[in-house]
T-cell receptor
Framework: AQKVTQAQTEISVVEKEDVTLDCVYETRDTTYYLFWYKQPPSGELVFLIRRNSFDEQNEISGRYSWNFQKSTSSFNFTITASQVVDSAVYFCALSGVNYGGATNKLIFGTGTLLAVQP | GAGVSQSPRYKVAKRGQDVALRCDPISGHVSLFWYQQALGQGPEFLTY????????KSGLPSDRFFAERPEGSVSTLKIQRTQQEDSAVYLCASSLEAAGGRYEQYFGPGTRLTVT
């Protein structure tokens, strides 16, 4: 069975602090995708990153960075110099790699609410 | 270009009423997904379409839930005889291609359903 665990329910930081959101996943698949989505108060899920299970290179995009470690089944997300606009719920998600019409549904964690105080 | 749109954004239904939720995916997107998001939880998969074919409905919680995508574009999620436990945000997502999960899913703003 596939499962995503985000143990941090809520995190509160002060602006300009760095913050790391944890994500641990379980899957029996050898090939899979991992995702992070942001859900601001407006409710719409915004895609942030997709990572293929064969690619363990860390990725940096502006103030965002992701650390993928297959050995610990973790895909953590770090925001550097956080800003008030980063306040949102962040979801980690897992998808299989299926062909021939099978479902590539996303399995989501329960999310981490990040509150950045000015 | 236009993203995924959903209507209505908010729906209040009395227990026992039928509701229909609409999703307009991004033009040209083959895959369409419906998810249900309860308060304080992550979205949970309901059903999947590849063009007009419903290939997976394993997440539909009961036979009161029905989805269709007759022409391979717009989709409707229908809930019959609504119950209070159906109260949730219903999210629609579309993806460019079916094969392999290589493409991210783009989500609509959701429909918040409240059953009183």
């Amino acid at each position: 069975a596939q499962k995503v665990t985000q143990a941090q329910t809520e995190i509160s930081v002060v602006e300009k602090e760095d913050v790391t959101l944890d994500c641990v996943y379980e899957t029996r698949d050898t090939t899979y995708y991992l995702f992070w989505y942001k859900q601001p108060p407006s409710g719409e899920l915004v895609f942030l990153i997709r990572r293929n299970s064969f690619d363990e290179q860390n990725e940096i995009s502006g103030r965002y960075s992701w650390n993928f470690q297959k050995s610990t089944s973790s895909f953590n997300f770090t925001i550097t110099a956080s800003q008030v606009v980063d306040s949102a719920v962040y979801f980690c998600a897992l998808s299989g790699v299926n062909y021939g019409g099978a479902t590539n549904k996303l399995i989501f964690g329960t999310g981490t609410l990040l509150a950045v105080q000015p | 270009g236009a993203g995924v749109s959903q209507s209505p954004r908010y729906k209040v239904a009395k227990r026992g009423q039928d509701v229909a939720l609409r999703c307009d995916p991004i033009s040209g997107h083959v895959s369409l997904f419906w998810y249900q998001q309860a308060l304080g939880q992550g979205p949970e998969f309901l059903t999947y379409f590849q063009n007009e074919a419903q290939l997976d409905k394993s997440g539909l919680p009961s036979d009161r839930f029905f989805a269709e995508r007759p022409e391979g574009s717009v989709s409707t999620l229908k809930i019959q005889r609504t119950q209070q436990e159906d109260s949730a945000v219903y999210l629609c997502a579309s993806s460019l291609e079916a094969a392999g999960g290589r493409y991210e899913q783009y989500f609509g703003p959701g429909t918040r359903l409240t059953v009183t």
